[in-house]
């Protein structure tokens, strides 16, 4: 069965950095779209960033562009998410996650998540 597992979360200052980890199993991966959306208690998912299964195509959410940063190893089957100048609004759990697209518009929207991810690592940025 396909397997997600997220690492790497922690604590943070404002205007500090996190790497997040994921590792994949259960499915052929360079075949796979991957990407991270995070979620805090009482509100809605939110996609963070995708990126295609050779990396050619990548996408953010604007909340997070300039900022963050995907990328895929494919073989490894890992999937990495770089976070730079972390604001508090960043605070959320963070979830690897199989995506069904990843256009420019498709970021924007909650079906673009897929049908697996993981447990999630959580982040939490200081005021």
């Known amino acids: 069965q396909v397997q997600v597992a997220e690492s790497g979360g922690g604590f943070v200052q404002t205007g500090g950095s996190l790497s997040l980890s994921c590792s994949v199993s259960g499915l052929i991966f360079e075949d796979t779209i991957m990407g991270w959306f995070r979620q805090v208690p009482g509100k809605e998912r939110e996609p963070v960033s995708c990126i295609d299964g050779y990396g050619r195509g990548i996408n953010y959410a604007d909340s997070v562009k300039g900022r963050f940063t995907i990328a895929r190893d494919n073989a490894k089957n890992t999937l990495s998410l770089q976070m730079n100048s972390l604001k508090p609004e960043d605070k959320a759990m963070y979830h690897c996650?199989?995506?069904?697209?990843?256009?420019?518009?498709?970021?924007?929207?909650?079906?673009?998540?897929?049908?697996?991810w993981g447990q999630g690592t959580q982040v939490t940025v200081s005021s």
């Open positions: 996650a199989v995506f069904r697209s990843c256009g420019h518009e498709a970021i924007k929207s909650l079906t673009t998540i897929g049908s697996y």
